[in-house]
């Protein structure tokens, strides 16, 4: 589990490999992400957007920008949490992902949440001694 808190608001992140989903043979790694937000502060917040920056074990880069979160924009009052699930694909058996929430509060500023940093392991990522 990860947990990161910015301006009030904490975001906890739980990756999953889905062994299922997911074909070493053709390099195709899959994982779902559980994000739980919850709105420690006094003003409720909307989620306007989301961005992500993937990393696969070779250094690949993916970035992720888009409207809400699995086609949400949740408003969260005081109090109030939300969770939703995801997921990521890699062509490598590790990797990390970490990213930010662009949020509005309700008198219509704008301001950022962190994601915090979080791994994605596999039973098949290749472990180096140190």
Known sequence: MYTRTTNKIKVTVIPVYLNEQSNPDLHHYVWAYNIQLENFGEKTVQLINRYWHITDANGGVQEVHGAGVVGEQPVLRSG???????????????????????????????????????????????????
């Not at 939300?82 to 301001?111: C, I, P, W």
Request: glycine share 8%; net charge negative; hydrophobic share 35%.
């Open 80 to 130: 109030d949490s939300f969770q939703y699930t995801s997921g990521a694909a890699l062509r490598t058996a590790s990797g990390f992902m970490v990213g930010k929430y662009e949020m509005s509060a309700e008198d219509g500023k704008k301001f950022h949440i962190d994601i915090p940093a979080f791994s994605l392991d596999s039973p098949h990522q290749v472990s180096r001694p140190n």
